[in-house]
Structure formats: structure tokens, C-alpha cells
């Protein structure tokens, strides 16, 4: 048994036959996705899930074969019988993926000896002549069959009987010796025993027929009853199938995924790795010489610092005394992906320090610090500036080379809501991207959670088609709760928001393609400094709306809102979900 081999009955790899060999592959996984082993046409073979099912070796015996339906909404068929679960996989056995899906016959090559055919056997062929009766190689004896029947009694006692014309018989004695005269009583008694065995005989003939009619009436029916439930069953099959493809409405997708979609609330600080201190925004006194460096009457105003040429960065320090600490607290939304308790959400609301930081007073100017002085203008006065707009605290360069340690940030609290509940449900941050605005967080659980299908689109999405976003916007006016304490220890009663998700719907305005690496004669590569991103014609969402999901029309999450802007109208944006699959992934090797 040196490899598996899949030969495809239907569907667009109808005809193919694909080899994998087991020295490299110990299990194949099927499904639309672009990391499946066995790759279905994403748009042709529709009915098959993103990851559909698994094909595996069992490791204690490397003959035997499983197959396993990983949750997907059309199911696996095998011998056109519906999986449940896990099921064990034999050579020749044929798989078939949604009702009305593409089918595969799996098979190995060569079969383990026990799953080979059992050798037929021939005919022996006929003995040569002279050959003793039941001699080896040889046809068995001729069994001596029965004799005549016995002569009728009428015979064996020497009557000749032949038929009259009325019907009756004439019985002359024959030659062997008088037995007399047989009367006529005699004869119509023993032809009404013949009609009496006759009928008897018509009877249980009759019966037997009848009952031979009966069963096969009710194998008939049997079978019909049977050819309708299939017939039923496949029609609804179907049926499902095409719901289960048909578009869904803004309200189908709040009803199925309400509960998908959760709150998420956090408070944040900056660190300094080496002593695990908070970080502080250096402000420095008001005053320069008796006079207000900025004369609106303030106390203090904010320091920064130049770490190169163009770049100024907030004069950080470890001191409380002398500024304000690096955090905050916002709110934000996620969705779980997993049914274990894994969320997906923006980096911008799970690790807020690996983003652009908004400072309070960012309009304010402030005063400029080098070598430990204030940095002085050519008319003598303090030099003024304005805080930058896109500071990364956890990429400051006051603490030298990153890889030496230097500055991080910390989850004070991050707590999870699901929709219609005040129940907060601590997360911890599980992963964050380096290639956008994605981050991973994980609750823990004891019961499984609603999750949603993510849908890779990004090769194939068009300006028009459908975007439809569940959040938590800030500007959506909150619920609260009030939850009456009955321990005794602690009578406060607690009010918390009860968030209900605000549904937003648009369409794709734009795609968004951070690089695009042309090699056609003439033609450049194009380039954004955006990034990848989707343009939605959607301006009903906003601050606290990040993280949230963007659904197709077919209520399959393609994107994760991330920004919006406003000049004369506000826009927004989403991150395609690839960024999120690789997030969930153990990553590639490079």
C-alpha cells in the first residue's frame, strides 16, 4: 500500500484521478478553501464547505481509513449514506460532498491482502472416459434415480377397467383367477375419494398461489414506498441544498448571527519591559522666563522629543510625578470563530498599543525637549508643536533597537459580552497580526458557542456586491441592566450595559489592492499605501463598530470593519477575512 488514490465521479474534477502518496500524506483534508489538500472549485462546486471533511490513516493500523464531516452545512455521503460524525473508509467506497455534490471514489494502491477480492472458483471440467465413478477431478457418480410408480390397484388385481360411455366402467375378470364382480357403489365411492383429493389439491394450489401473489404484492409495495422515501428524501436534500445557497436577507443574517457577534470592552496601559513599570507622557510647567509657553492659562503643558530628523515621538518617562500614563479604555466589537471560545476582532481594540495612539488633547501644541532641554526657536522662545498622528507606542525608539527590549503594552481588562446579556466574560489576547489590522482573542468556556462560516473572497469580490455589518456602534444609544446582588458579603447592585448588535447594510464601493505585481508588457505595478482593504458605501457605523463582521449575502463573514473617514462624507473600511484565516493558522514556513 504505497499511496491513496481519488478518482472523481462528478463535479468540476469529473474524470480526474489524483495520487497522494503516504509516505507524505497521512491525511487529506476537501473543501473549497485554498489550504485544502483536495481543492474544489470555489463558484462550480458550491455545495462543498470551505474545510468539508478529512480523509485519515489510523496511526495503530496503517490499512484502515477514516473519513470525518467537519461541521459542514451540507454534510458528506458516503455509499449515499449521510455522516454523522466519523465513519471508517474502505477501497472502492465512493464519497459524495452535499446532496447533489461533487462524488469521489476512494481507493488505495495496491489493496491491503484482506481487502482483496476472494479468488473465484472454476469449473472442474469433465472426467475422461473410463473414469471411476467419484475419482478425483471428476464429475460425481450418476445417482440411480426412483423407479416406475407402482401399477394402479385395479391392475396389480387383474382388471382391464376401460372408460364407458356414460362414464362408468366395465370390470370383466381377467385370466389370473376370478375375484368377482366389483358393484357399482363400489366405483362411485371411490370416485368421489378421487374428487374429494382432487379438491383438496385445488384448494391448497389455490391458497399457495394466493400467498405467492401477497408477497409479491408487498415486495411491490415495499419497494415502490422505498423508492418514494429516497425519491423524497433526495428532492429534499435538494431542496436544503438550495436554500442553504439561496441569498439571505439583512434580518436572516441579525437572526442566525446575533449571537455570533459580541461586546467587547478594554482598558490598557504601556509598559516599560525592563522594570514592568507604566509609561507616563511627560508634561513640563507652563512657564518660560515668567511668561506662559501657551498663554491660555493652563499649568502644564505636553513634552515630545525628536528620535530622527522628521520623526517626533511624546517624551516618555517612568515618573507619575511629572505626566500622564500611556492607556486608555474603549469599546469595540468581535465575532467567534471558533466553538471554542476564539474571537476575531481589530488589533486596533485587542492590542491597542500596536496602533496609531490618539492623544487626549492631540490639538493642543506642546514643547519640543532635546538633550534634556527645551529646544528654543530663533526669536528665543520655546519651539511649539502639535502631536503626531501616527506614534506607535509599542514602536517608540526611546528605548534603542526593539529586539534589546524596550516598550509593550498590557490588557488591564478585556471583557467579552454576547448580544441581549450582561454577563462579562474575561478574554485573553491569543494572537495578533503583523500584516493588518487583526487581532485573536480566546474566553474560556465550559459550553460551546455560535460561530460563523468565514469565506476567503478576496480574489473574486467585485464593487456592488453585498456588505452587511453586525457591531456595536458607539453612537447607538445603550441599554442597561440592573443586576440586584444576593451575597451577602457584597450588596451593590451592578448596572451594565446590555448590548443588542445595530445591523448596518451597503455594498462594496470599492476594493482596495495594497500591490499589484503586473508583469504585462507596458504596464507598472500598482501600489496603495493603504493597504488591502474593502471601500463599503456603509456610513451608519463607526467608533465601537471595529472589530465587527462583514457578511455576503449569503451570511458568510468576508471582512473584519476596521476604519472609517469623513471629509464632506463618511467612508468606511473593512480588512478581507484572509487576514484573519492566517491569524488562525499555525502560519508557513519560509
Given at each position: 500500500m ?5 478518482r ?7 474524470g480526474q484521478v ?8 497521512k491525511e487529506?483534508?476537501i ?32 490499512t ?6 467537519l ?17 471508517q ?12 455534490g ?34 478425483m ?39 389370473a ?14 370416485i ?8 383438496k389439491y385445488?384448494?391448497f ?16 409495495i ?22 442553504a445557497g ?15 457577534a ?7 496601559k ?27 492659562g493652563?499649568?502644564s ?27 486608555g479604555e474603549?469599546?469595540?466589537?468581535g465575532?467567534?470563530v ?6 476575531l ?11 496609531s ?8 501644541p ?6 534634556g ?38 490588557n488591564?481588562y ?10 462579562r ?11 493588518h ?24 469580490i467585485?464593487?456592488g456586491?453585498?456588505a ?8 447607538s ?7 440586584k ?20 447594510v451597503?455594498?462594496?464601493g ?8 503586473n ?10 499605501a ?12 463607526g ?18 470593519f ?29
Amino acid at each position: 500500500m504505497e499511496r491513496i488514490i481519488l478518482r472523481h465521479i462528478s463535479g468540476s474534477k469529473a474524470g480526474q484521478v489524483e495520487e497522494f502518496p503516504l509516505s507524505h500524506f497521512k491525511e487529506l483534508t476537501i473543501g473549497r478553501d485554498t489550504s485544502a489538500t483536495v481543492k474544489y472549485d470555489p463558484d462550480r462546486d458550491d455545495l462543498v464547505g470551505r474545510v468539508h471533511a478529512k480523509i485519515a490513516q489510523d496511526p495503530t493500523n496503517p490499512t484502515r481509513f477514516t473519513i470525518s464531516d467537519l461541521n459542514s452545512r451540507n454534510g458528506t455521503y458516503v455509499n449515499r449514506q449521510r455522516l454523522v460524525g466519523t465513519t471508517q473508509l474502505s477501497p472502492g467506497d465512493s464519497v459524495q460532498f452535499g446532496a447533489g455534490g461533487p462524488e469521489l471514489q476512494f481507493d488505495l494502491d495496491p489493496r491491503p491482502q484482506q481487502q482483496m477480492k476472494a479468488t473465484r472458483v472454476g469449473d472442474s471440467g469433465t472426467a475422461g472416459l473410463g473414469s471411476a465413478p467419484g475419482a478425483m477431478g471428476g464429475p460425481p457418480p450418476t445417482r440411480t434415480g426412483p423407479g416406475m410408480p407402482p401399477s394402479p390397484p385395479y391392475q396389480q388385481q387383474g382388471y382391464n377397467i376401460p372408460p364407458t360411455r356414460e362414464g362408468g366402467y366395465n370390470i370383466p375378470p381377467t385370466q389370473a383367477g376370478s375375484h368377482g364382480t366389483v358393484g357399482k357403489a363400489t366405483v362411485e365411492r371411490m370416485i368421489a375419494q378421487n374428487k374429494s383429493s382432487s379438491t383438496k389439491y385445488l384448494i391448497f394450489g389455490g391458497a399457495a398461489i394466493l400467498l405467492i401473489i401477497a408477497v409479491v404484492a408487498a415486495a411491490l409495495i415495499y419497494q415502490q414506498i422505498s423508492s418514494n422515501r429516497q425519491i423524497a428524501s433526495e428532492t429534499r436534500g435538494i431542496l436544503e441544498a438550495e436554500k442553504a445557497g439561496a441569498p439571505m436577507t439583512p434580518a436572516d443574517i441579525v437572526k442566525n448571527y446575533t449571537n455570533s457577534a459580541v461586546y467587547i470592552e478594554c482598558g490598557w496601559k504601556l509598559i516599560y519591559t525592563p522594570t514592568g513599570g507604566q509609561v507616563y507622557h511627560m508634561y513640563i510647567p507652563n512657564n518660560y522666563k515668567g511668561k506662559q509657553i501657551v498663554p491660555d492659562g493652563r499649568s502644564s503643558v505636553a513634552a515630545y522629543v525628536m528620535v530622527s530628523q522628521d520623526q517626533i515621538e511624546p517624551y516618555l518617562t517612568t515618573d507619575s510625578r511629572g505626566g500622564r500614563p500611556i492607556g486608555g479604555e474603549h469599546t469595540g466589537s468581535g465575532f467567534t470563530v471558533t466553538s471554542d471560545g476564539f474571537i476575531l476582532t481589530n488589533r486596533h481594540v485587542a492590542a491597542t498599543w500596536r496602533t496609531s495612539y490618539q492623544f487626549p488633547n492631540d490639538s493642543t501644541p506642546g514643547v519640543v525637549i532635546q538633550g534634556g532641554q527645551l529646544a528654543l526657536g530663533q526669536d528665543g522662545n520655546p519651539i511649539l508643536i502639535r502631536a503626531p498622528q501616527d506614534w506607535v507606542p509599542s514602536e517608540t525608539k526611546q528605548a534603542g533597537q526593539k529586539l534589546q527590549g524596550g516598550f509593550e503594552g498590557r490588557n488591564d481588562y478585556l471583557n467579552v459580552t454576547f448580544a441581549k446579556n450582561d454577563l462579562r466574560i474575561p478574554a485573553k489576547l491569543a494572537r495578533t497580526s503583523d500584516r493588518h489590522d487583526v487581532a485573536m482573542i480566546k474566553i474560556d468556556t465550559p459550553e460551546a458557542v455560535s460561530k460563523v462560516e468565514l469565506y476567503d473572497n478576496y480574489d473574486a469580490i467585485k464593487p456592488g456586491d453585498a456588505a452587511i455589518i453586525l457591531g456595536y456602534p458607539a453612537v447607538s444609544p445603550p441599554v442597561y441592566g440592573v443586576t440586584k446582588s444576593q451575597d451577602v458579603f457584597n450588596r451593590e447592585s451592578k448596572v451594565k450595559i446590555v448590548p443588542d448588535p445595530t445591523v448596518s447594510v451597503g455594498n462594496v464601493g470599492r476594493v482596495i489592492r495594497g500591490s499589484s505585481d503586473n508583469t504585462a508588457p507596458g504596464k507598472d505595478p500598482i501600489y496603495s499605501a493603504f493597504g488591502d482593504a474593502y471601500q463599503l458605501t456603509i456610513n451608519s457605523t463607526g467608533s465601537g463598530n471595529s472589530g465587527g463582521p462583514v457578511f455576503d449575502d449569503r451570511g458568510r463573514v468576508t471582512g473584519i470593519f476596521f476604519a472609517s473617514s469623513r471629509s464632506d462624507a463618511m467612508i468606511t473600511f473593512a480588512v478581507p477575512i484572509r487576514y484573519g484565516k492566517e491569524l488562525m493558522s499555525v502560519g508557513t514556513s519560509r
